[in-house]
């Protein structure tokens, strides 16, 4: 179920090149799962903004996001007390009862989704390993919240400026019993080449509604057509024909 709600911004910070975390207050009661989406409206933009969400607790709500266009630009421009009109609960999010030794793989703008999921894996009294992939060390960020919730950290960078020089297939562990996953094609595509158990992939893709209504994001799955705003993003590895 989705919500239709007024968020307050209360802060609206670059923590990256090109990334900014947004802080907002508002009703949360609808994100219930990791891995879930917001749709946040713009003045002038017909269509909303889907960003994950990278942390909730109470009445407050973090994403962090990357300036890629147009939108993302006028977000990062957002002022403090400023009031954004934002569906929540959108996305049907991790499943986190899968495992006992996780595996947790962020790439770029995949990482925000993987905070909420490592927290509630935590929670659980579950052991994630967290692999957060980069492209230089100034793209970096969020390496140590993620520590500071417990887990392995291990983070990657394409140049070698920081941490294991490659992607993120280079800095699996020997050991894991499910994996959950958020970033770009080319990345799953080399997971699923490396990974040896079943998981769970989260899927970026073009919204309209962001609801399921308008069928612009559907895609074709081993048990039929899927809507990723809806019946995703997140899908299990076993269902997605590559």
Do not use: H
Request: hydrophobic letters at 35%.
């Amino acid at each position: 179920m989705y919500k239709q709600g007024l968020f307050e911004v209360l802060s609206n910070d670059k923590i990256a090149k090109d990334v900014f975390k947004m802080v907002l207050k508002g009703d949360t009661q609808y994100i219930t799962a990791p891995g879930q989406f917001v749709n946040i409206k713009l003045d002038g933009k017909f269509l909303r903004r889907p960003i994950s969400v990278c942390d909730c607790e109470d009445d407050k709500l973090t994403i962090i996001y990357k300036v890629v266009g147009e939108g993302t630009e006028q977000m990062s421009a957002v002022e403090t007390g400023s009031t954004l009109d934002i569906l929540t609960g959108l996305g049907n999010g991790y499943d986190i009862t899968k495992s006992k030794k996780p595996l947790l793989i962020g790439g770029g703008v995949g990482v925000p989704p993987m905070y909420l999921l490592c927290k509630k894996l935590v929670e659980n009294g579950q052991n994630p390993t967290v692999i957060l992939g980069f492209n230089t060390e100034d793209e970096i960020f969020y390496e140590e919240e993620f520590r500071l919730l417990g887990a392995d950290v291990r983070v990657t960078t394409v140049d070698g400026s920081y941490g294991t020089k490659g992607f993120v297939t280079d800095a699996f562990p020997d050991e894991y019993d499910y994996f959950y996953t958020c970033g770009p094609m080319p990345m799953f595509r080399a997971i699923e080449a490396k990974a040896v158990t079943s998981g769970q992939y989260s899927f970026e893709e073009r919204m309209g509604c962001g609801f399921g209504a308008c069928m612009g994001c559907s895609c074709k799955t081993k048990y039929g057509s899927k809507r990723i705003c809806k019946d995703g993003p997140v899908l299990v590895r076993e269902e997605i024909i590559w």
